[in-house]
């Protein structure tokens, strides 16, 4: 008895081996990564919801402006629908945006009178890692989509982008050429459930010349000028922005497809222009301005950063800004 307790006792304790310890490591590397997975896609779901609730809420007071004014805010929403909402400025800052003070949404909103249901109103592209957009229609329904890829020259460049000079690609292969000296605006560009690409790009105040729009068959887009907006499903058109003395005048001509083109401060759903056909708006190039000019020359300020993409990156703004003394001229529009 005495001996076999003697060798119980004498026994080594065997401990792990290399491989355990590497084995044991790698679950643990394992379980955390997918717990801190888990918790970056949960706060991201978070800021996504808060974004969507700040929309909503926006859309709301956009109704009661509307019943107010007769017409939609041109710009700054936070100075336009500070009065009608009780969030304060946190309203119009979506959480995702790394400018803990700034307004998230002013720069992707477009303001339109005739309406549909389906248009675009506001959006905010800034989610999970900026692959996701959250976007605001006409009807005030909310909806998350995923932003498409938009490239100005061959190089990738994000939405909110403002770029000169060259040709802008979109992921379904839609192409606009912007003239050199042309300053244009990448609003949005972001593929719909029913996987159509629907994207916008803007023109600003005092902007001039022609753009040459090709847009793929069954993709929604959207030409947002100062006094038109020209919406197109699939075709082929120019649009021509000039200063005729005290008016903008945008015309659009279109080469294939049809084109539908509406003033962008008047009620009513718009023209539809078919193919050989032309169709001109003129409007008071001081009334829009006073509208548009503060939105635009923040716009313009991203010539001395990189948020502007050009081949010169020494260029400078020397045109009129539109607050000169022309005399007043009314609003029409009519057709070549």
Same mark, same amino acid.
């Given at each position: 008895?005495?001996?076999?307790?003697?060798?119980h006792s004498g026994r080594r304790v065997r401990g792990l081996s290399l491989v355990e310890i590497v084995v044991v490591f790698a679950v643990?590397?394992?379980l955390g990564t997918m717990g801190y997975s888990a918790l970056s896609r949960g706060r991201q779901m978070s800021k996504g919801t808060v974004c969507q609730s700040n929309l909503k809420q926006i859309s709301a007071a956009l109704g009661l402006y509307y019943n107010d004014y007769r017409a939609y805010p041109s710009d700054d929403l936070p100075l336009a629908l500070g009065g009608y909402v009780g969030g304060g400025s946190k309203l119009f800052l979506c959480p995702s945006d790394p400018?803990?003070?700034?307004?998230?949404?002013?720069?992707?909103?477009?303001?339109r009178a005739g309406q549909s249901t389906q248009d675009y109103v506001c959006g905010c592209?800034?989610?999970? %890692?900026?692959?996701?957009?959250?976007?605001?229609?006409?009807?005030?329904?909310v909806q998350a989509f995923d932003v498409c890829p938009v490239q100005?020259?061959?190089?990738d460049v994000p939405v909110g982008t403002s770029v000169t000079s060259g040709v802008i690609g979109f992921s379904d292969g839609s192409r606009v050429t912007v003239p050199e000296g042309m300053v244009v605006r990448l609003i949005q560009s972001f593929r719909m459930h029913d996987g159509r690409l629907y994207s916008l790009i803007g023109v600003g105040i005092n902007e001039t010349g022609t753009l040459d729009v090709e847009v793929t068959p069954g993709s929604r887009f959207e030409v947002v000028t100062p006094a038109a907006i020209a919406g197109v499903q699939g075709t082929r058109f120019h649009v021509q922005v000039a200063l005729d003395g005290g008016l903008y005048c945008v015309n659009v001509s279109v080469a294939e497809g049809k084109v539908l083109v509406k003033d962008r401060w008047a009620d009513g759903l718009g023209e539809q222009v078919v193919a050989g056909k032309a169709k001109k708006v003129k409007k008071n190039r001081k009334e829009v301005n006073k509208k548009l000019l503060k939105k635009w020359k923040k716009r313009r300020k991203h010539l001395a950063d990189d948020k502007l993409y050009s081949p010169d990156s020494s260029t400078?703004?020397?045109?009129?800004?539109?607050?000169?003394? %022309? %005399? %007043?001229?009314?609003?029409d529009s009519d057709d070549d």
């Open positions: 008895m005495t001996h076999a307790l003697g060798q643990v590397v394992i400018n803990p003070e700034g307004d998230s949404y002013s720069e992707f909103y477009v303001s592209p800034r989610h999970v %890692d900026e692959r996701k957009a959250i976007t605001l229609f006409c009807s005030s329904s100005w020259n061959g190089q400078t703004d020397t045109r009129d800004d539109g607050n000169d003394n %022309d %005399d %007043d001229n009314d609003d």
